[in-house]
């Protein structure tokens, strides 16, 4: 489907070529207008339809023109190789996120700025690009602190390993991402000299895992548990507590399924610690087991019919629902992206003594089509009074894309 662009904030900044860098820029002009112009057009589509100001768009996109798009190396080819973020190799995921306190929508993202195109070969999984995108949110996010970004750093990435143990390991684990960068994109813009964001960093367990011989989920509990001052923050460790309480009743394989370990550049206490646990099954009723924790986690009975039914709308009736016997999968094989599973995600906060679950659904695993996931989606929203009367989700994505 081709649609017309029709943005007055993208067409001024494409005017604007002086607005500076305060980072070298690491790509020729011509490959980072490349990412410019397919994944800023995307983004700036994205904060059309999300109703963003224009201050606030301009402030944005301009760092995401002049900072992201020259650190995402060149375009990319055949021979490129792919990130560990999107299904089909590519550096991004973008979304509009919805929340029934509000109609305003807001729009996220993450991106993988690992040296992929060309691949660094002498340190494959080196994080330096990644660093000089932190160390520019340092000087412009306010509220910014790296501590835990900084622990975290030391005890999944592996770039301090010889050039054949990180190939090794790479060709173990089957990509070559260390970290992945997110953006919470604000509608207010705090001064001219802040980013109206806030940034985030993802760690997948996957290398430290495969280095020392252990499970995926023993790589990530222990990395919580090594925390500087972590011992301060008793909520955090009662939930991380319950998810080892229930991981424990399961079969080993299980801990295979985590797929990152995130947290917030905010100051420890205030940042969050977000777990991404697979599923490699399709049964509803072990979905809803694992977003409870078993019913360690209390309160959510009233919303589990409403997940059960996006779940059956958006996969176009064919995701099964009913408990019943599953063929089994390896945790392991679901965590490359060659296959997206059932996420299971819980945030850990030092003001909860308990997990707060979100369920990540994959319907394209079982759609024909994205038409069917969009109107599937749309209808849940009717349904539960979501919809915005001036179009539908459908109507909004093909107008970005």
């Given at each position: 489907m081709a649609v017309k662009i029709d943005s007055s904030t993208f067409h001024a900044m494409e005017q604007d070529k002086a607005i500076p860098s305060t980072l070298e820029k690491t790509s020729t002009a011509a490959e980072s207008a490349y990412w410019w112009n397919t994944s800023g057009q995307d983004l700036t589509r994205m904060l059309q339809e999300a109703d963003y100001s224009q201050d606030v768009r301009h402030q944005f996109l301009s760092y995401y023109r002049d900072v992201i798009c020259p650190r995402l190396g060149n375009r990319p080819h055949d021979g490129s190789v792919k990130s560990g973020v999107g299904r089909d190799g590519n550096p991004f995921e973008y979304s509009f996120e919805l929340k029934g306190t509000?109609?305003?929508?807001?729009?996220?993202?993450?991106?993988?700025v690992s040296e992929l195109r060309p691949a660094d070969r002498n340190n494959p999984l080196g994080i330096a690009t990644s660093q000089q995108v932190v160390d520019s949110l340092a000087e412009r996010s306010p509220g910014f602190d790296d501590t835990w970004y900084r622990s975290l750093s030391l005890w999944f990435v592996k770039s301090n390993l010889s050039t054949e143990e990180q190939q090794a390991l790479i060709a173990e684990v089957g990509y070559q991402t260390s970290v992945i960068l997110g953006f919470d994109i604000h509608h207010r813009v705090s001064s001219p000299q802040h980013l109206p964001v806030l940034g985030k960093v993802y760690f997948p367990p996957c290398f430290v895992a495969a280095a020392t011989g252990s499970t995926r989920w023993q790589a990530t509990r222990l990395a919580i548990r090594q925390l500087p001052g972590i011992d301060t923050y008793p909520n955090i460790l009662r939930s991380l507590e319950k998810i080892e309480e229930y991981l424990s009743t399961k079969p080993k394989d299980w801990e295979e399924g985590v797929r990152y370990l995130a947290t917030d550049f905010l100051a420890p206490g205030k940042a969050r610690l977000k777990l991404y646990m697979r599923y490699a099954g399709d049964s509803f009723d072990d979905i809803w087991d694992y977003y409870t924790l078993g019913g360690r986690i209390t309160g959510l009975e009233a919303d589990k019919e409403k997940f059960?039914?996006?779940?059956?709308?958006?996969?176009?009736?064919?995701?099964?629902?009913?408990?019943?016997?599953?063929?089994?999968?390896?945790?392991?094989?679901?965590?490359?992206?060659?296959?997206?599973a059932t996420a299971i995600y819980m945030s850990l906060s030092a003001d909860n003594a308990c997990p707060t679950p979100k369920i990540c659904i994959y319907p394209a695993n079982y759609a024909k089509n994205d038409e069917i996931i969009a109107r599937g989606l749309d209808s849940w929203l009717r349904k539960q009074q979501w919809d915005d009367s001036e179009g539908t989700l459908e109507e909004q994505v093909k107008r970005v894309l």
């Open positions: 509000t109609k305003k929508q807001a729009v996220r993202f993450v991106v993988d059960r039914d996006l779940i059956t709308q958006t996969s176009g009736g064919n995701h099964m629902t009913d408990g019943g016997a599953q063929e089994p999968r390896d945790q392991r094989s679901v965590a490359p992206v060659a296959r997206k």
